[in-house]
């Protein structure tokens, strides 16, 4: 039981650090020549990321940043509880509280990649210089696992 423990709080920690990468690095949509990267704050050209995004002042972007900051703070604070509730909840309880944090956490992620993916990945992708970046990618991967752990913690009893 102790493993299964420390390898959700391992597999948490990696999801927060994810998030976090996702969120700060500019690197949602890359040119292929890799000249060229746009993220979710500025756009990043020959290694300057000083240059702001021509959209940066829709409401969408707006909202995507809004949801991934979100998402980040619901993982931290159920990282937190998790830690809590390890050490103070009684033997035989759910870890109900963390789970449903994380799958709020899951459902921020949601709306914010998906709101990305549909107002501006796929515009951006439509021409044949461009692909995703990892960042896009990190974010779809931290939407896999915030689901699994949110799942895993409402299942998991304390022994």
């Known amino acids: 039981m102790l493993v299964l423990l420390a390898g959700i709080f391992v597999f948490h920690t990696a999801s927060v650090i994810m998030l976090f990468v996702s969120t700060i ?5 890359v040119a292929k020549n890799g ?11 020959n290694g300057k990321c000083n240059v702001p995004l021509p959209h940066a002042e829709e409401d969408a972007l707006k909202s995507v940043q809004a949801f991934m900051i979100l998402a ?14 390890l050490f103070t909840m009684e033997k035989g309880n759910r870890f109900f ?6 799958l ?3 459902l ?3 709306i914010a990649v ?3 993916t549909n107002k501006y990945a796929n515009r951006a992708i439509k021409s044949s210089v461009d692909h995703h970046g990892y960042c896009f990618i ?3 991967i931290c939407f896999c696992f915030s689901f699994i752990i949110g799942v895993l913690y409402l299942v998991l009893r304390k022994k």
């Open 138 to 140: 990190l974010a779809w």
């Open 35 to 45: 000249t060229y990267s746009e993220g979710l704050w500025n756009i990043c050209e």
């Open 114 to 116: 998906s709101i990305y």
């Open 72 to 85: 980040i703070i619901f993982s931290v604070i159920s990282l937190i509880v998790f830690i809590f509730q």
């Open 108 to 110: 921020c992620i949601l």
């Open 97 to 102: 509280l963390s789970g449903a944090m994380m």
């Open 25 to 29: 690095a500019n690197v949602w949509v």
């Open 104 to 106: 709020v956490c899951w």
